[in-house]
């Protein structure tokens, strides 16, 4: 070839690729976008997997969520958009789901995306041989049989889910769930392909093997220090994706993360504690907080192995009036944290958080009820209370239990000794009610109240308080079919605000650094932050 | 020499096996086991687990089942954490990282070290001297986790020449912070053992004599001086390359490596017993590995140890 129709070729080539580079916009908000579409964000930890039926922490469950598709997706605010899933119909009493499912979806290695893929993925999401640490998740699906085809008592193909046809997939409830569709947005519900799995085993999710169906695919990962992904060009809306690289850089060290965030490595990053009024002075469009669905709270063992002092429900309310709660959030946190007086966010979807009492009341007036509560208890500086706080070692528990501690012996003379252990001796310490109180954090799995209310549940396998209410239990039974929960989870709301097994007092807040270019895609109004790189963009500086 | 290689030999096996069975039966006893969470799993799905990974056995099974994998199929077993990965996958990607920076900090630390040491000797009561001496006083109160943040903001954020963090392949930019931070604290240890040791030799009496007789300086240090004056070092030498090979918990943690120092801290907070040992036993065996090299070494210079 001569050089003059090598230059002519480069010129064309050129010509046909400019358009595509120069002031590419966006097309729905015609905003400009950036020339490199690469979107790197900080991971405190390697992630566990990327397998959808094995994944079970936050940092693989987004990545599952780029390289794989479920039935639906979630927009920027959290609402269910079609993922494969085109739309469903139900029967009357919703116990039977069928999904119609797009006939353009396809996997990476170029086949379709068919009803079995997902029979397969839920199936093997229950067999035991999987040994997934989600398998209990078909049981929140409430998939008929699950119990049985999860014990290994029944063939896989007794499980309620099975494929007409390619694309229609029919889901058979043991009973009436009216928010099902919801719980296809989790990781573990994503399609597998039947047989890169055979062909591979446990490798298949290497990147040399993977076969994917989401907008992403793994094309690299250095445990422990970086995993990549990029454009799968077989995605059906692959036309409308605009990131074209994401990477997960695992930097344990919240601080170092910010450092290199400053210096232009980083897009996303967690504020390090404390920081957050100050970055919020010097990057103001830069620093931002926005309400999670989680709670901290402290749970009082009130099981027979408790000390007599916390079976009484006076101490148990004065402890909790007795929280400042103000002070924790605005002079210990100081990171939009809100005050909890309730254990279920208020920012879970379709729910109130009802009003109890002593949420309205000012702290002085908590004080002063706590006083005279303990008082009635026949505690006091005669006989003081002397109770032991638990906490897993860190630094930001051990501020909260201070201040805590602090205001208990100011105010009701309660003398508190604070112990911490590491992670698995603590949890197993709670779960084996050796505490008096501890501290205690939970996280919604989806977004509807009773992630949270089951909880206090009497046989809750989470109740580490060993709290047992009758009443409670049948309101939250009731409340699994109706079409309206609110009345009954106001209800169990008030019964544990009167009955104190658990002391709510904030609920999560997560803060950000975001860079310039991508903080106006980021969906700060998804409470559970299930973000998609598919939906995000870069805009030019 | 060949009868002194052999007896050490024959100590370092029984010396490993404690070390496994030691450590087997640690980490058995810890509170919580790998999968403890803050969700505690229902019975059946515990259950499962369990069985597909042989920890519904009796613990005496497990330790044979595990033994006999690692003889028969060198298969030091799976993460419990890490699903998609074996300890062997785990072992072959963090270990050449935390080779390559260990193996280049400790020549970094011999040579710089070794030189500061040796010149601040010779040179004593000089401004090197106080040069060097205030060097390795302040390289050994500064300890790495802070001195890492700092590199990081001085270089990466301030300057802007080296990259953060990461290991991309083992580029060159992303070495030179962790060698700076791993090796300052052992350099500086080298050089003052080194100063002392050299002043020690300079004084003696051969070293008049050699003189007396009027032998150059250069000869006096080379050929008479640093061979004596370097036992000591030497017995400090295989610690401290032990120290920068095994891997550090900090480094891995502060420059995102992906070294094995992390994984092995963390095996230990995730109860991920196969990787705990699996590196317990690579670690404990270059340790044994690495002293008995010291051992050897000390051996060939000092012929009064042989005996």
């Known amino acids: 070839m001569n050089i003059s129709i090598k230059a002519a070729l480069l010129g064309s080539a050129i010509a046909l690729a400019g358009p595509a580079f120069a002031d590419k916009m966006h097309p729905t908000t015609g905003e400009k976008l950036a020339e490199d579409q690469t979107f790197t964000y900080r991971v405190l930890d390697e992630h566990t997997s990327v397998d959808p039926q094995i994944v079970e922490d936050v940092s693989g469950s987004e990545i599952v969520r780029d390289l794989f598709e479920g039935l639906y997706n979630q927009d920027k605010d959290g609402n269910l958009v079609p993922g494969v899933a085109t739309g469903y119909s139900t029967n009357d009493d919703k116990t039977v789901y069928t999904f119609t499912l797009r006939d353009n979806a396809k996997w990476s290695d170029g086949k379709p995306v068919t009803a079995q893929d997902f029979v397969y993925a839920w199936q093997r999401l229950a067999d035991p041989a999987t040994a997934s640490e989600y398998q209990w998740y078909v049981e929140v699906m409430n998939l008929k049989n699950a119990g049985p085809v999860m014990a290994g008592e029944a063939p896989l193909s007794d499980l309620g889910v099975k494929a007409i046809d390619d694309h229609t997939l029919e889901v058979t409830l043991a009973s009436s769930l009216p928010y099902f569709a919801k719980t296809t947005t989790h990781a573990s519900t994503f399609p597998a392909p039947k047989w890169a799995i055979d062909e591979h085993g446990t490798d298949w999710i290497k990147p040399e093997n993977i076969v994917v169906n989401g907008a992403y695919t793994l094309t690299e990962h250095v445990a422990n220090e970086r995993s990549v992904r990029e454009r799968n060009p077989m995605y059906w809306d692959n036309e409308n994706t605009i990131i074209d690289k994401t990477v997960a850089l695992v930097i344990n060290d919240e601080n170092v993360a910010l450092t290199r965030y400053q210096a232009g490595e980083l897009d996303r990053t967690e504020i390090p ?11 103001p469009e830069e620093a931002v907080i926005f309400p999670r669905l989680c709670s901290y709270y402290y749970t009082i063992n009130v099981s027979d192995s408790a000390p007599e002092f916390l079976k009484d429900v006076r101490v148990r309310q004065a402890l909790s009036y007795a929280i400042d709660r103000d002070v924790i959030t605005e002079k210990v946190l100081q990171a939009g944290e809100i005050p909890a007086y309730t254990f279920t966010p208020g920012a879970t979807a379709g729910f109130e958080v009802p009003a109890v009492d002593y949420a309205g009341w000012s702290q002085d007036e908590r004080n002063a009820k706590a006083v005279e509560l303990m008082a009635e208890a026949g505690y006091g500086a005669d006989n003081p209370i002397d109770l032991t706080l638990l906490y897993n070692t860190s630094e930001a528990h051990k501020k909260i239990a201070l201040a805590v501690s602090q205001m208990w012996k100011q105010n009701l003379g309660v003398k508190v000794t604070l112990e911490n252990q590491e992670w698995k001796t603590y949890l197993t310490t709670r779960g084996e009610q050796n505490y008096e109180v501890a501290r205690a954090g939970w996280c919604g799995d989806y977004n509807e109240a009773s992630t949270f209310l089951d909880l206090v549940q009497s046989g809750s396998g989470y109740n580490d308080a060993k709290y047992a209410n009758e009443m409670v239990d049948s309101l939250l039974a009731d409340a699994k079919t109706m079409d309206n929960p609110q009345p009954n989870y106001s209800k169990v709301e008030e019964i544990i605000a009167a009955d104190m097994p658990i002391i709510p007092i904030y609920h999560y807040s997560e803060d950000y650094m975001l860079s310039p270019e991508i903080v106006g895609s980021w969906p700060v109004n998804n409470v559970e932050q299930n973000w998609y790189s598919k939906d995000l963009y870069k805009v030019a500086k | 020499m060949l009868n002194f290689i052999i007896r050490r030999i024959a100590v370092a096996i029984p010396t490993l096996i404690i070390l496994l069975i030691a450590s087997f039966w640690l980490m058995q006893t810890a509170p919580g086991g790998p999968f403890t969470s803050e969700r505690p799993l229902p019975a059946q799905v515990l259950a499962n687990i369990e069985a597909k990974y042989g920890l519904d056995q009796p613990v005496y099974k497990q330790l044979w089942d595990y033994v006999v994998g690692i003889l028969t199929q060198f298969d030091f077993g799976p993460s419990y954490k890490y699903k998609d990965r074996s300890v062997n996958d785990i072992i072959a990607q963090g270990f050449p990282v935390t080779l390559t920076y260990g193996v280049i900090s400790f020549l970094v630390a011999i040579i710089v070290g070794g030189a500061l040491g040796i010149s601040a000797a010779i040179r004593q009561n000089s401004w090197l001297d106080y040069f060097a001496v205030g060097v390795t006083i302040g390289a050994q109160v500064l300890p790495n986790f802070v001195m890492a943040p700092i590199l990081i903001l001085v270089f990466t954020l301030w300057l802007g020449w080296l990259p953060g963090g990461g290991w991309n392949g083992g580029q060159w930019q992303h070495i030179i912070m962790p060698v700076i931070a791993l090796s300052t604290s052992y350099m500086a240890s080298i050089a003052r053992l080194m ?16 003189r007396a007789k009027g032998l150059p300086e250069r000869t006096i240090i080379w050929r008479h001086a640093l061979k004596p004056s370097l036992l000591p070092v030497v017995s400090y030498l295989g610690p401290a390359f032990v120290g920068m090979v095994t891997g550090s918990f900090i480094i891995d943690a502060i420059f995102g490596t992906g070294g ?36 050897i070494l000390y051996a060939w210079i000092d012929p009064k140890i042989r005996l």
Do not use: K, W
């Open chain 1, 273 to 283: 504690a404390g920081q957050y009024p100050a970055l919020e002075q010097s990057h």
């Open chain 2, 195 to 210: 100063r002392s040791s050299m002043l020690e030799v300079l004084r003696s009496n051969f070293i008049r004599t050699a």
């Open chain 2, 260 to 295: 094995i120092g992390y994984f092995y801290v963390n095996a230990a907070f995730n109860r991920d017993y196969a990787v705990m040992m699996g590196l317990t036993i690579l670690l404990g065996s270059m340790t044994i590995l690495f002293n008995m090299v010291v051992d």
